[in-house]
């Protein structure tokens, strides 16, 4: 693992691996560069691949002068780009990933990036009278302070309910089974900082980007279960709405991690896109 310090003194771990042209994946809220690993062995094969622990994740402390949010998030990717002096590299970005990417392209545009892969996400986690394609279709700012409370008090339990007790029925199941519970999920988050995670919550959760999306002016590629746990098809469509010339692609059945749940399919898409024109 490579490392570059930002201008305000935060270390940040960046994992770089194969041969060709950059692509830099971008992961979720309270996970880590790791989460890619099943799709290596394909993307190697034709890409440098460029994979970071955000901000705030991967068990690194936060050292840096300022706090753990998307905008600062957006200036690191800024400062890794200019780090390992990657010259338009696609990047491929989920869930908050993703929002970080819409930041990055609200401050400074796509001149400086060839293409954009979105998995799975909204452009704004609230909802209200006028938005319902956020967290749940139901996710009001009343709602959502009562989740930052919860996430102060019990940050494990709460995360765990935020991803079981939504739209995926599945997700569901497993938690209230005494013999799965999503075990795996649980220990990983016991590992967590919650601080800068909660910090960075809360940064998402102001965040608009819906006025962001009519000026991406590169190709991209929407991936979004049908099954997610917090949007699903309907978020992806407005999304292409509002992306001229995005592609939609919508894996049924699949929650709200498709490159997870189908790495083989998510590939074979991913560098069919990643290869075109």
Known sequence: MQSFTTDD????HVTVSGDGPPVVLLHEWASNFRVWTPLMKDLETTFTVYRWDARGHGGHPVDGAEPASVGRMAE?????????GLERPAVVAHSMGALTAWEYIDRYGCDRLSKLGV??????LLTDDDWRFGIYYDWPP???QTF???LKNDFVETVMKLVALGKNKQARARYEDSNDGLWRLRAFLAT??????????ESLAEADYRPVLKRITIPTLLVYGSDSNYYGAETGEYVQSQI????LIVYLGADHSPHVGDPH???TDLMGFLQRG
């Open 142 to 144: 009343e709602r959502n």
């Open 192 to 201: 967590a900082d919650p601080p800068p995670l909660i910090d960075i919550w």
């Open 148 to 150: 930052v409370a919860d």
């Open 265 to 267: 399919r998510f590939t």
């Open 76 to 84: 690191d990717l800024r400062q890794m780009l200019d780090h390992f």
């Open 244 to 247: 001229p010339g995005a592609n």
């Open 9 to 12: 003194a935060q270390t940040i």
């Open 119 to 124: 998995i799975d996400q909204s452009p704004r």
